[in-house]
């Protein structure tokens, strides 16, 4: 399967911080990155959907201004959560697809736990 | 839109007992179809998947899962279940725009 490399697996930052995800496919070009998130015993929920070099497209309910979405490369997406709050602690996973279309496995990065204190 | 019903939150089995595992999911066509496990604090690991062809399905760890177009079910097996399988499982779909769309979640718990 492809190797998807996520960073950092755990984070604890101030509430009022930014915090920083890096999430690379290795060996695969993504051309569209999706992000999603898990709240504590809750289930994957997608966040914001962003294709290579264009602006993401977010999900209802979700804040474009809080979640900056980067995906400048073919191998590399950021998600940035800015002034996080201790609602924001979560489970942030990403999911890089390449062009080849639909149907192919998704793979996952092994996730991000946010802890906001 | 899509969407996918796991309709046992939580499950306790026996270990060497057998498992059936439910999932259902509405869309207008037959899409794609995931199983994967998620320990605690971990990533998602896949199980098995269904695109097309046969419709039981060989995965890893010795599940298979059944794809039954007439009960939009996708239900995930295993005939004899290990301590080591505890652990949240989710069904997906994945139905033209790409994202999966996933349930909500049973969780295993495995009795010696």
């Known amino acids: 399967g492809a190797v998807v490399s996520q960073h950092p697996s755990r984070v604890i930052c101030k509430s009022g911080t930014s915090v920083k995800i890096e999430c690379r496919s290795l060996?695969?070009?993504?051309?569209?990155m999706f992000w999603y998130r898990q709240f504590p015993k809750q289930s994957l929920m997608l966040m914001a959907t962003?294709?290579?070099?264009?602006?993401?497209?977010?999900e209802q309910g979700v804040e474009k201004d809080k979640f900056l979405i980067n995906h400048a490369s073919l191998t590399l997406s950021t998600l940035t959560v800015t002034s996080a709050h201790p609602e924001d602690s979560s489970f942030y996973i990403c999911?890089?697809?390449?062009?080849?279309?639909?149907?192919?496995?998704?793979?996952f990065g092994q996730g991000t736990r946010l802890t906001v204190v | 839109a899509q969407s996918v019903t796991q309709p046992d939150i939580h499950i306790t089995v026996s270990e060497g007992a057998s498992l059936e595992l439910r999932c259902n999911y509405s869309?207008?066509?037959?899409?794609?179809l995931f199983w994967y496990v998620q320990s605690p604090g971990q990533g998602l690991q896949l199980l098995l998947k269904?695109?097309?062809?046969?419709?039981l399905v060989q995965g890893i760890k010795g599940f298979e899962a059944e794809f039954k177009r007439s009960q939009s079910s996708f239900n995930l097996r295993k005939p004899s279940v290990h301590w080591s399988d505890a652990a949240e499982y989710f069904c997906?779909?994945?139905?033209?725009?790409?994202?999966?769309?996933f349930g909500s979640g049973t969780r295993l718990q495995v009795q010696p």
């Open positions: 999911s890089p697809r390449d062009r080849a279309g639909v149907g192919l496995e998704a793979f």
């Open positions: 060996d695969f070009q993504a051309t569209t």
């Open positions: 962003s294709n290579e070099g264009s602006k993401a497209t977010y």
């Open positions: 869309y207008g066509a037959t899409p794609y």
């Open positions: 269904y695109f097309s062809g046969d419709t």
């Open positions: 997906a779909v994945e139905a033209g725009r790409r994202a999966l769309t």
